[in-house]
T-cell receptor, first 112, second 116 residues
Framework: GENVEQHPSTLSVQEGDSAVIKCTYS??????FPWYKQELGKRPQLIID?????GEKKDQRIAVTLNKTAKHFSLHITETQPEDSAVYFCAAGSGGSYIPTFGRGTSLIVHP | DTGVSQNPRHKITKRGQNVTFRCDPISEHNRLYWYRQTLGQGPEFLTYFQNEAQLEKSRLLSDRFSAERPKGSFSTLEIQRTEQGDSAMYLC??????????????FGPGTRLTVL
């Protein structure tokens, strides 16, 4: 089955800095890579996703890059704000299994 | 609110009791997923439905767990003879369910189960 590793487990930045969270996956058949943000006590919310036919996708301050050869993908948040503080989860899935496998999460702390 | 809803939001029970949770997916979604999440972990897959058919179950889903989606709309997850290790957040998610396509999943707020 798929195995997703996520790093770092905790990331502390100053407001206005950039934050990068990295994930690796094991199944070369995986073709769907979502990122979720989960604030304390709330539901995971999809913030951006990418499918394997593209290498990069941006949405305002958030971007995701995918390297299928190396089997890794990253979340980039620019100009971080205190409200970006949350746990971020990556996941990887393929059309064959329909079930994304989640990483263990990164706790992002943005200091004002 | 047209998102995924779950009830109850919190459940406290004594070891050995049975509990049942309900999930109402987004109305046009064919697929419904159940996950378990413990502190410091990502969601762990339990089972999923395509319409009313339960198509896959994780080995995490012991024989004390059963899930149904009788009319392809809402789903229930029942845990019999609860154990303290069952304490977790139980998340439901739904997706459109296009063939040979991994869904974008939309999560509900979860049911937090505490087994005393």
């Amino acid at each position: 089955g798929e195995n997703v590793e996520q790093h770092p487990s905790t990331l502390s930045v100053q407001e206005g800095d950039s934050a990068v969270i990295k994930c690796t996956y094991s199944d070369s058949a995986s073709n769907y890579f979502p990122w979720y943000k989960q604030e304390l006590g709330k539901r995971p919310q999809l913030i951006i996703d990418i499918r394997s036919n593209v290498g990069e996708k941006k949405d305002q301050r958030i971007a995701v890059t995918l390297n299928k050869t190396a089997k890794h993908f990253s979340l980039h948040i620019t100009e971080t704000q205190p409200e970006d503080s949350a746990v971020y989860f990556c996941a990887a899935g393929s059309g064959g299994s329909y079930i994304p496998t989640f990483g263990r999460g990164t706790s992002l702390i943005v200091h004002p | 609110d047209t998102g995924v809803s779950q009830n109850p939001r919190h459940k406290i029970t004594k070891r050995g009791q049975n509990v049942t949770f309900r999930c109402d997916p987004i109305s046009e979604h064919n697929r419904l997923y159940w996950y378990r999440q413990t502190l410091g972990q990502g969601p762990e897959f339990l089972t999923y439905f395509q319409n009313e058919a339960q198509l896959e179950k994780s080995r995490l889903l012991s024989d004390r767990f059963s899930a149904e989606r009788p009319k392809g709309s809402f789903s229930t997850l029942e845990i019999q003879r609860t154990e303290q290790g069952d304490s977790a957040m139980y998340l439901c998610a739904s997706g459109y369910g296009r063939p040979a396509f991994t869904d974008t999943q939309y999560f509900g707020p979860g049911t937090r189960l505490t087994v005393l």
